[in-house]
């Protein structure tokens, strides 16, 4: 004889608004201990699904996680009137992330492109054991820049919390607002520059306009005091000189002082305006060098920014897929002189994916200078920094090339961005020189 008993009520608990998570609510009853009602049945240890997660992160994981291209070719199948080339980035994002809401084929499809896109990251956070390990993984990933596929991997993760999730959507979000400054602020210095040198032109008509003034006002005090001058001679030729001519010479005398003191001023008055217009124009041309170098510094770093950008849209680099951004070395050996030794660790990484060998030397902060010249002779490129190395060592560096015949290139900056658009420029000129095939 068995003895029925009641069915234990589930523990209630609420979702939590942002990450949708649920917490217990704690029983009021006083049969309850103090403390949270946690159920001793083990939920299964399966990862989240995009519908399953609260709206309000739908936004950053579309718009982090999935390339705009991917989201247009998804999109365009399932919303006829987006699949044309007049729909906006954002008018292809906002229906993602409301279609992603609802449960329905599109949030298969999304979640199915998400798994897809980020299978390597996946598998490698599914080895985390719990919560200690995940936030490793994620700190590694966000210290190499790959955030798209760890995104995704711990939102999802069955043993991601609330805390952890916060901290991670908050990284993501802070992310995105020093990139948009970073842009904001060389755009409005650029319009700053264009401004400038629109008034100093207008300053310099301006100018212009008046010493032609006073150039045509000169040629025509010249012209009336020629005419006096031969008013007064033919006056002297004349044997009589009557009281009138006497008084009319005096007065033409004062006329002719008079127009002197005036060009005289004008002249003055021409020299100062001169010196200014050669002040402007001195200030214009500083202003306008350093306008076209700000320009040039800009245009590198979007083209080092949209290499990093086509590398990870192609799924040439990073943990998720196991390739470099680089083109295939063939094992040629690379040395790098300078950077920092964080950068340089992703680097070695990258050049020995790509199949080549990348020799680091930090020029004589803590390396030896004598081992800069032992590394040489292994190497058939060399690169380093402009903004991270020592002149001592870029001088010994320069010099070594030129004796050995090395190729030497200089780059912007210590970033993994320059270092990439170097590789790729190479290749890519390697390709326009070779003789075309038979």
Partial sequence: ??????????????????????????????????????????????????????????????????????????????????????????????????????????????????????????????????????????????????????YWALMTHPESTFLLRSQAFGEVHMLSHLVGAANRADIRRVAALEEETVRLKQANAALQARLNTVNAQHAATLVEQAALARQLQSRRDSDAAPAQLVLEMAQLRAALQEREDKLSLHAARRQESDQKLLAQQARHDALQADFHATRDELETARMELAALEQAFEDNTCGADTGKSALPPLDGK???????????????????????????????????????LATMLPRAQMVVFPIDCISHNAMHVARQACARRGIACHPIRSASVASFVALMQRLATDALVQAPPND
């Fill in 1 to 150: 004889m068995s003895i029925l008993f009641p069915p234990a009520a589930a523990p209630q608990t609420t979702i939590h608004p942002i990450f949708g998570t649920r917490q217990p609510v704690l029983c009021e009853k006083d049969c309850c201990p103090s403390g949270p009602r946690v159920s001793t049945v083990a939920a299964p240890a399966r990862r989240a699904r995009l519908a399953e997660l609260d709206a309000n992160i739908h936004c950053s994981i579309v718009g982090t996680c999935l390339s705009t291209t991917e989201l247009r070719k998804l999109i365009g199948r399932y919303v006829p009137q987006l699949s044309g080339k007049h729909a906006t980035d954002v008018e292809i994002h906002h229906t993602a992330v409301n279609l992603s809401t609802g449960g329905g084929i599109v949030a298969k499809e999304l979640n199915k492109a998400l798994d897809a896109r980020h299978a390597l990251t996946i598998k490698k956070f599914r080895s985390a054991p719990h919560e200690q390990a995940l936030k490793t993984l994620w700190q590694e990933a966000l210290a190499q820049g790959d955030v798209p596929g760890a």
């Fill in 333 to 371: 050996c690379v040395l790098y002189v300078g950077g920092r030794p964080g950068c340089a660790e992703r680097l070695c990484k990258m050049v020995a994916t790509a199949g080549g060998e990348l020799l680091v030397h930090d020029g004589g902060i803590e390396d030896r200078h004598g081992l």
